[in-house]
């Protein structure tokens, strides 16, 4: 079984076999002409620390014009890799062979018609993560030499950098996959499956994008309203992702955001151009702190692992669903 199914399916596991080619070589030859850049620019000490670095006038500019897109390209391939592995190879996996009608010979064979979906299943889904991990891995390892002159400078919450790091994609690949195998299972058309596939997929990743961080737990920051802001690093200085933040008055209870922008208003008119008396007013006026709910950006690998947890969940339940369509085929 295993070598029918690598038959069926051997022009979508070479053209895997020649995108990791091609794309592992790619990245290699950029990361290399990249790394020549930032030696001649003289801003390698920048790498490690964008902002305290000591660089030549315009050096990190000029880097970032010519290396962000290329950077953020490369991510963005990572990111539509796993709704391509459904497309391409989880859609039509089964579909073709119902639509055809080439799985009632399938099941008229002596091995089990679990063996048969299990080997194509296989064949069919480990070869795309194998290729889908390793093209990832150059990716990171490319987006790793430019630190924080490339996306790592926003930290490791900005959407392209989360999406294509740690075991997200993994998690998308799977869900993508086992939701267009379904698909097709459901449908028997393949030109359906894929369609609706993707548009299902979009649906759920946006509707589930916010879903991790709710799941990780969260930390707090709280500030006196009159405190010296500019000595205060805040949760939005560094990278870390905001989940709620707002005012609080005296006995703790959080301010509307009307009320604050009335009291905020009434203090600078009061104030005037003196900064200590505005800071002054807040607190009589019943503004007593700030406070920030957030996920710091040392935790990110915590998201990532709730956000993969999430759509493996999904996988899982969908490749059941498969099993159980395809066995009340006739």
């Not at 009307?258 to 607190?283: I, M, R, T």
Request: some cysteine; overall charge neutral; charged content about 15%.
């Amino acid at each position: 079984m295993i070598w029918t199914s690598w038959r069926q399916q051997r022009w979508q596991l070479l053209t895997l076999l020649g995108l990791l080619v091609v794309g592992v070589g790619t990245i290699a030859l950029l990361r290399s002409n990249m790394l020549d850049v930032i030696d001649s620019a003289g801003i390698a000490r920048c790498v490690a620390d964008a902002e305290g670095c000591d660089a030549p006038g315009g050096a990190v500019k000029a880097f970032r014009e010519t290396w962000s897109m290329p950077l953020d390209l490369a991510q963005g391939v990572i990111m539509a890799l796993p709704i391509l592995i459904g497309i391409f190879i989880g859609a039509p996996l089964f579909a073709r062979e119902l639509e055809e009608g080439t799985h009632v010979l399938a099941f008229t064979q002596s091995v089990s018609r679990t063996r048969w979906m299990f080997s194509k299943l296989v064949v069919a889904l480990v070869p795309a993560l194998v290729v889908l991990v390793a093209l990832q891995a150059a990716v990171s390892w490319w987006v790793s030499a430019a630190g924080e002159l490339g996306p790592l400078w926003n930290g490791p919450f900005r959407s392209t950098t989360f999406a294509a790091g740690h075991v997200s994609p993994v998690g998308y690949a799977l869900f993508a996959f086992a939701l267009c195998t379904f698909l097709g299972v459901v449908t028997r058309r393949t030109l359906v499956a894929m369609t609706s596939g993707f548009g299902a997929f979009l649906v759920v990743r946006l509707a589930l994008s916010v879903v991790p961080e709710r799941l990780v737990p969260q930390q707090r920051l709280e500030i006196a309203a009159d405190a010296d802001r500019l000595s205060v690093r805040t949760p939005i200085d560094d990278g870390s992702v905001v989940l709620d933040s707002g005012q609080l008055d005296a006995a703790g209870r959080p301010v509307s955001h009307e009320h604050y922008l009335a009291v905020n208003q009434a203090c600078k008119d009061a104030a005037g151009s003196s900064q200590d008396a505005f800071l002054a007013c807040l607190p009589r006026s019943g503004i007593a702190k700030s406070y920030w709910a957030y996920i710091p950006e040392s935790h990110a690998w915590q998201v990532h692992l709730a956000d993969g947890a999430i759509f493996g969940v999904l996988a899982a339940l969908l490749l059941a669903g498969t099993v159980w369509a395809l066995r009340r085929q006739s």
